[in-house]
């Protein structure tokens, strides 16, 4: 039995230059049974940041992930509360989940 | 009785008689200030206090503006002014204090001549100086609230620290394209400072300033503005509303969402339990391993004989018709702007990826041209492109790839005076 995990990502800050500046994606997520173990039971977030580099990101890589996390500088907030508070990568995303990447900017 | 106790004493005593005799308004103050007075949360109280306060604005640009301009008018006691840079005439659309007669002088002195036109009841104090580790303890520790209104990492950080080891709230804002960022940091043992939200500096190359990505003049008017409501209302004992929390500005979607952030980290270096960064601060550019400074970002990618001066390019390919492809690597929306002629725009991020080598394939082929130049705006990106091209187009032979040395910028100040330099 399959089933999907429904969340929304947001892009600000420039994140939104390495996605083809789209700035609100809706992603469904496969949910495996865990039978043939082609997908994660669960969603983490450090999984969520594979899948958006894997599948979703179309420039510039290192601005995105650094030695197998987020960039330092950028800012993850799960229904706007900082993903530190969370459990940074390990976090288990829920359905209807508002996942936003932000860069912090230094302009002024 | 020790003698530190009778100066500690004495020096209490003549507190209070500087606190009596400010403590008082004056006619015309009170005429002045009066649509603020009439605020029950503001009051005669609230008033008075910002008058014995002082506030330290550190960059006297975007933010700094518009946070001077509200603090002076609202009656701040006592205003430092730091900035080491000059008024340049691409900061007017933003940096409203500076005029056109000013261009080319002091950012600081050119700040506190427009608020002394405004209130000239105001100390301003300026600091027309680098901000580093040796000064910035020193003249953070004279003043009561900070306010972080420059444009780069290493300095975000060295303030972050001073403030901290000072023991001041920070009050933090950032602006770029149509989007603003605002929070305080290190305001009470709970909230976390700049190095507990980002303990690692971010990588060279990574961040983006006004100057490179653009900025509309009132994003930063705004999260300026906020930022002088924030200090008015920490001077007044009104609780802030962006301690531990952080302002999310999309200028461009219209919204503003308020973020929860984590707490004062225990480990921080700065703030934490054990902190290995005291009053004498560290090494900011070595930290961040960029400059504080923008004239100093040039990036060592390529190897000097892989470069060419403008007046190289000019005399020994353009003057005698040296056949040759230059392209311009700046983004499309800077290439519009203006470019040479006989240049072709590709930006860099589309070098680095595959359809950009196909197309400079495809080019170089078309033309028949044995020689490839790229040229972008200070010739940082244009040495990542002919980096990145000779290292993935290796399957065309005897090909000289070269970057043009300090882009367009050089070209409109060493060759071309009527190129426009944005």
Known sequence: ?108 | MSIDYWIEKSLILYRSIIFEIMSDLTKEEISRYSRQLLLPEIGKEGQVKLKSASVLIVGCGGLGCPCAVHLAASGIGKIGLVDHDKVELSNLHRQFLHTESRVGTSKANSIKESLNQLNSDVDYVVYDTKFNKTNAVDIIKEYDVIVDATDNAPTRYLINDASVVSGKPLVSGAALRFEGQLTIYHYNKETPCYRCLFPKPPVPGTVTNCSDGGVLGVIPGIIGSLQALEVIKIITGLEPSYAGKMLLFDGLAGSFRTVTIRGRSKDCAVCGDSPSIGHQLVDYEAFCGTPMCEENKSLKILAPEERLTCSEYKESVVDKDVPHLLIDVRPAVQASVFKLNHAYNIPLSKITNNDGMNNLKEMIEDKKVNKVYFICRRGNASQKACRFTKENLTDIDNIEFKDIIGGMTSWAKEIDTETPIF
């Open chain 1, 1 to 108: 039995m399959s089933n999907h995990l429904n969340i929304i990502v947001e892009f600000k800050g420039g994140m939104e230059l390495l996605f083809d500046n789209v700035t609100k994606k809706e992603l469904s997520l496969p949910v495996n049974s865990g039978e043939d173990g082609s997908a994660p039971v669960e969603w983490t977030i450090k999984d969520l940041i594979n899948h958006l580099k894997e599948k979703h990101l179309k420039e510039r890589p290192e601005l995105f992930v650094n030695d197998d996390s987020i960039r330092p500088g950028v800012l993850i907030l799960v229904n706007d509360v900082d993903w530190e508070i969370l459990g940074e990568n390990e976090y288990k995303l829920a359905d209807g989940d508002k996942v936003l990447f932000i860069s912090t900017l230094h302009g002024g």
